[in-house]
Nanobody, 128 residues
């Protein structure tokens, strides 16, 4: 089992930045690809960004490209998502998810149903 926990959410004004973190204290994330997803009220869960187990490959959704950066530190067991120039449309619960993925496959990365482990989520609210 991989138990994930997100942190770093909060209430911010439009234009601000946030750094979300995903970590696990039970088992190493070293061999897992990690994706960040978000779900706004009344909407489906959507992919935001993902990173390979080594950190060598990343992929961002069109909706956040240029405003987000995903990174990981396998020694610290963390995967971070930094988002800048936040917009009210970024308001959602943000989740991190993990699955073993070798080789890295973007098609697998994008689909929430492909992930085995999920965190409980962290709320991000962007006011206008």
């Amino acid at each position: 089992q991989v138990h994930l926990v997100e942190s770093g959410g909060g209430l911010v004004q439009a234009g601000a930045s946030l750094r979300l973190s995903c970590t696990t204290s039970v088992r190493s994330l070293r061999s897992y690809a990690v994706g960040w997803f978000r779900q706004a009220p009344g909407k489906n869960r959507e992919f935001v960004a993902g990173i390979s187990w080594s950190g060598g490959t990343t992929y961002d959704a069109d909706s956040v490209r240029g405003r987000s950066a995903i990174s990981r530190d396998n020694a610290k067991n963390t995967v971070d998502l930094e988002m800048t120039t936040l917009e009210p449309e970024d308001t959602a619960v943000y989740y991190c998810a993990a699955r073993q993925m070798d080789p890295f496959d973007t098609r697998v990365l994008l689909d929430a149903s492909n992930y085995n482990y999920w965190g409980p989520g962290t709320q991000v609210t962007v006011s206008s």
